[in-house]
């Protein structure tokens, strides 16, 4: 899997500190779990974090020393028979694992309701303060052109979209602020199907999509 879109810097960060909302910190899980380059960012922002905890010590810390050693080790090579495998697995009905409790096991299986031709949608189980949900975008179908009340994160899945951002292929993360409009649309052949989070109501250019938001809820 070759990514070209990934985590913006401040989300690593946010996502190391714990301060990520709870939506978007599962789409940035997920995007961990297939990105090598993001985790090793990741295990930087953890270092630094550390070594700043260590900085605010005034007096001796009994436990520094347990700290610095745990520090140290995240760059040493892992032995064989600790490799997590990141990576989707062979089956490609299965969704990623950070997703599962929210979503299900299957893609095959997710309940898929109809939301404007040829895009369904599926909502997680359980939602933090913002709104976390999966997309099927059907080959050459635009999404509504909007923006963002806040943050948004899109995850591919499978399948591609293009928007004025670029071509973004299974891996890629859109890790956007409230300063980006755009219209994703299916590129390719095949479905694309994306996980998207926002921790507020995205803002809709055209007139149905206002109409209808209240409806759908995004």
Not at 28 to 45: E, F, T, V, W
Not at 122 to 143: D, E, H
Not at 157 to 162: D, P, V
Not at 197 to 202: G, Q, S, V
């Amino acid at each position: 899997m070759k990514d070209q879109h990934h985590l913006d810097e401040a989300t690593l960060v946010s996502y190391c500190a714990g301060s990520l909302p709870q939506d978007l910190a599962v789409v940035a899980g997920a995007h961990l779990q297939l990105c090598a380059s993001c985790r090793i960012k990741l295990r930087q922002a953890e270092r630094i974090g550390g070594l700043l905890m260590l900085a605010q010590v005034p007096t001796p810390d009994p436990m520094a020393s347990g700290r610095l050693a745990m520090l140290a080790r995240l760059d040493e090579p892992a032995p064989a028979s600790a490799v997590v495998d990141f990576g989707a697995p062979g089956d490609a009905d299965l969704l990623p694992v950070s997703l599962r409790p929210h979503f299900g096991q299957r893609y095959s299986q997710l309940p898929w309701r109809w939301l404007i031709p040829g895009v369904r949608m599926v909502r997680a189980k359980a939602q933090g303060t913002g709104s976390l949900v999966m997309f099927n975008i059907a080959p050459g179908t635009s999404m509504p052109v909007h923006s963002h009340g806040r943050s948004e994160m899109t995850l591919v899945l499978k399948g591609a979209y293009r928007d004025a951002l670029g071509h973004f292929g299974p891996g890629d993360i859109a890790d956007l602020d409230e300063t980006i409009e755009h219209q994703p649309v299916a590129w390719g052949d095949d479905h694309c199907i994306c996980v998207a989070a926002t921790d507020a109501p995205l803002r809709f250019s055209g007139l149905i999509p206002r109409l209808m938001q209240p409806f759908i809820g995004l």
